[in-house]
């Protein structure tokens, strides 16, 4: 992100107007790195400044929504003192402190990953009593057995202390297949398909809730939702 004054950083987080921002700056309000700023011209970098009004840290852009496809080999967190993080994906234009993944894929699962500052969205998207779907696509070790679509739909005991709410299988080819599931747990898919007899050899997510994966977006790329794709999403959880 592009350093900007002071003043300006303020009045973009909705704080006020430049100059009722200039007044709490008189006041001593700020606080830029920990250290009480009075100056409005002075350059902030949003994705390494830290700034502070009255003791709440303050960011540029009110809300921010981000698709990813996510590549396989990098793990779901916001930091990770050993693996690259999906974060890392990002520019140093576009990357900010506030910025997480909205659940997780395992590390060697590719796909539909958002990446948002909202945490109100994350927590409905994610809650279990929503039941949002997702989509994937999977590629199996060995055939897919011939009851497993009804055996997906009925809920199965993949060792939890309830069975899987009943996940939609659309079987596309002998080892591929369409799933979509409304829940979240650790491993889902893999224990699933384990489960009914077979092992998950490709996991990509295709879609979350009304967000489909842009196909035209490469994997390793993340491009900004649509202003469509934002009131979708904010909108069916
Ligand atoms: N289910 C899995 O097993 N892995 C994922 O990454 C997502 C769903």
Same mark, same amino acid.
Request: no cysteine; glycine share 12%; hydrophobic share 45%.
């Given at each position: 992100m592009k350093p900007v004054r002071l003043d300006k950083f303020l009045a973009d987080a909705k704080l006020g107007t430049r100059s009722e921002v200039r007044q709490l700056l008189k006041k001593g309000l700020i606080t830029l790195n920990g250290e009480i700023v009075k100056k409005p011209d002075i350059k902030v970098d949003p994705a390494s400044d830290r700034v502070l009004f009255d003791g709440k840290e303050i960011f540029s852009e009110k809300d921010v929504y981000f698709m990813l496809n996510k590549p396989a +080999? #990098? #793990? %779901?967190?916001?930091?990770d003192r050993r693996e690259k993080t999906v *974060?890392? *994906?990002? %520019?140093s234009e576009d990357r900010r402190r506030d910025l997480f993944p909205v659940g997780r894929l395992d590390k060697d699962t590719v796909g539909l990953l958002l990446i948002t500052n909202d945490g109100a969205l994350s927590h409905r998207l994610l809650s279990p009593r929503r039941h949002v779907d997702k989509t994937y696509l999977v590629h199996l070790d060995r055939p897919i057995p011939a009851d497993a679509e009804k055996r997906m739909e009925a809920g199965l &005991?993949? +060792? &939890?202390e309830k069975p899987t709410l009943p996940a939609y299988l659309e079987v596309l080819s002998e080892t591929t297949a369409r799933i979509t599931i409304q829940e979240g747990r650790f491993h889902q898919i893999k224990r699933m398909f384990h489960a009914v007899g077979c092992e998950v050899i490709y996991l990509k997510r295709l879609s979350m809730g009304s967000l489909a994966l842009d196909p035209a977006l490469e994997e390793g790329c993340y491009r900004r939702l649509t202003p469509e794709e934002i009131n979708k999403i904010t909108s069916d959880s």
């Open positions: +080999g #990098v #793990v %779901s967190a916001t930091e *974060l890392d *994906l990002f %520019s &005991d993949i +060792g &939890d």
